[in-house]
């Protein structure tokens, strides 16, 4: 976090000059390179969240990854299957919104709409327990990424809350996140990125 240093002058964008621009692109790429230690510290917060599972919400996302890692998955996979809760603690009726739009400039497009659609996905092995249609995910049939998503909640993310399991730490996911997050692939803001 920046407290102090050179910052801009103006008091709206439309007063900015190239010079503004310069100094705050300049905070952004050495914010931006924090990334990946700001994911790894809200994945911490999910220890010791049980939310009524057998495991907490950070085993449950580690078994995850540790399931897809084992299966031979390439790193991007592993990361959004790591990632696929973490917005458990700011997004209760939104999760997947929030992991996938944070994956959404590191990941392929598939990777993206696995993790956004995961929820309904996953509602096939419990929403009709709480009146609710478990076949919701039915309404994404015939898209490109329909079998891969249900492949990933069916191998990975239903499976994944064995207290008996051997999972990896999150400190042998983290080199994978690191580089996963390095450089964004698909962003407006990519150009600034190359420049850092």
């Known amino acids: 976090m920046d407290q102090g240093g050179e910052r801009a002058k103006f008091h709206a964008m439309a007063e900015g000059t190239a010079e503004d621009w310069a100094i705050i692109g300049g905070a952004f790429r050495g914010f931006a390179g924090g990334l990946p230690d700001r994911i790894l510290t809200h994945l911490k917060l999910l220890d010791g969240d049980f939310g009524g599972f057998a495991i907490d919400r950070l085993q449950h996302s580690l078994q995850t990854a540790t399931r897809a890692h084992r299966d031979g998955r390439p790193e991007d996979y592993v990361v959004m299957a790591l990632l696929h809760d973490i917005g458990d603690t700011l997004g209760s009726y939104n999760h997947p919104e929030i992991a996938a739009a944070i994956l959404r400039p590191f990941v392929s ?27 919701v995910r039915e309404n994404f049939r015939g898209h490109p990424h329909f079998e891969a998503c249900a492949e990933f909640c069916a191998k990975y993310d239903q499976a994944a809350f064995d207290p008996a399991y051997d999972s990896a730490p999150l400190d042998f996911f983290e080199p994978m996140v690191r580089r996963v997050f390095a450089r964004p692939i698909n962003s407006i803001y990519a150009k600034a990125a190359e420049a850092a």
């Open 109 to 135: 497009e598939e990777l993206h709409w696995i993790a956004d659609k995961h929820g309904a996905f996953q509602g096939y092995y419990f929403f009709h327990y709480l009146g609710m249609d478990r076949d």
